[in-house]
């Protein structure tokens, strides 16, 4: 049996399992919605009478996050790429983010599209790792420094002695795992690895692409979020906005649903209320969020993926 053939039914018993925890997480959203339907109504008619303009700046910010998106990924890779073709990948990739769970749909738009632009296939499926790698740090530095400025945002749960046990048991089942069978694939895993990233980081040009594009893009996605809460008059400071988003975001990318759907929605609005603005103006802010980044590109997203595929660029 050849080890294609051995990690088929894993990989299948993993689709699976996220398909069954994304209709589960759907289920219990759509059952909260139902339940707090008109804290939801009235949310929605509060976005419709929003400042147009701050809407427009919310916009403004969601069109430039493809772009950023595309030079990070430029930035993961040695060799020049088109940037229309580079652009319209990311539009795409942003659309399949949105029908599989955790990532997949995107990760796998941008492997092929490297793929066909020459690349081979370790090559491709390493820089679309070091994009996301880059993306993490990012989001976490981010986290920190606005963490040091707006004291008292966010608070750390308690963590029980059991918790703590049983992550240094994993950790430790892990470190035995890969220091045993698995060490020489990690090993030469790691050595390709730290050459591509050193090939990458030995053109600044590529260096500076990468984590200006993994930055900008992060911070887009907040100034989504902070032009929006503006939009309808919500009374809380952007730094502070900023943070709950991040951390919001971090939280529900736990869960594997398509784009956060749900996860997201619920933890953000939840943030948003903990920290003094009223369920309505939550319900509209989240709205109007999700409204421009996900519901509004959905469509010309998955008919850009269509276009490309049928181009033969995917």
């Not at 795409?92 to 490297?114: D, E, I, K």
């Not at 530095?141 to 002695?161: K, R, T, Y």
């Not at 603005?277 to 008919?303: C, E, H, Q």
Request: some cysteine.
């Amino acid at each position: 049996m050849t080890s294609e053939e051995i990690l088929t039914p894993l990989r299948r018993s993993r689709l699976y399992w996220h398909t069954a925890l994304t209709l589960a997480v759907l289920v219990a959203v759509a059952l909260l919605a139902r339940r707090h339907w008109p804290v939801l109504e009235t949310g929605a008619v509060r976005l419709a009478v929003a400042d147009q303009g701050w809407l427009l700046v919310a916009a403004a910010a969601t069109l430039l996050t493809w772009p950023c998106s595309a030079l990070a990924q430029q930035g993961a890779v040695p060799r020049r790429l088109p940037p229309g073709p580079l652009v319209a990948g990311q539009f795409a990739a942003s659309a399949a983010n949105q029908v599989l769970p955790a990532g997949l749909g995107g990760a796998a738009v941008n492997l092929r599209f490297l793929i066909r632009r020459g690349i081979s296939l370790g090559d491709a499926a390493t820089a679309v790792a070091v994009k996301g790698t880059a993306g993490g740090i990012a989001r976490g530095v981010l986290i920190a420094v606005l963490f040091a400025a707006s004291p008292g945002v966010l608070h750390l749960p308690h963590v029980n002695g059991e918790f703590v046990a049983a992550v240094s048991a994993a950790a430790t089942l892990a470190v035995l795992v890969l220091a045993g069978p698995l060490r020489p694939r990690c090993r030469q895993a790691l050595t390709a690895v730290r050459a591509y990233v050193g090939a990458v980081h030995a053109r600044p040009g590529r260096a500076a692409a990468l984590w200006s594009g993994s930055l900008a893009f992060v911070v887009l996605h907040c100034a989504v979020l902070i032009a929006v809460t503006r939009a309808v008059a919500m009374p809380l400071a952007p730094a502070r906005v900023a943070l709950l988003y991040l951390a919001a975001s971090s939280a529900a990318a736990l869960l594997p649903t398509p784009g956060g759907l749900g996860s997201l929605d619920a933890v953000l609005a939840f943030a948003l209320t903990t920290t003094g603005a009223t369920a309505a103006a939550a319900a509209s802010a989240v709205l109007g969020y999700r409204l421009l980044t996900v519901w509004l590109p959905l469509i010309p997203g998955l008919g850009v993926l269509a276009v490309l595929v049928r181009r033969r660029a995917l």
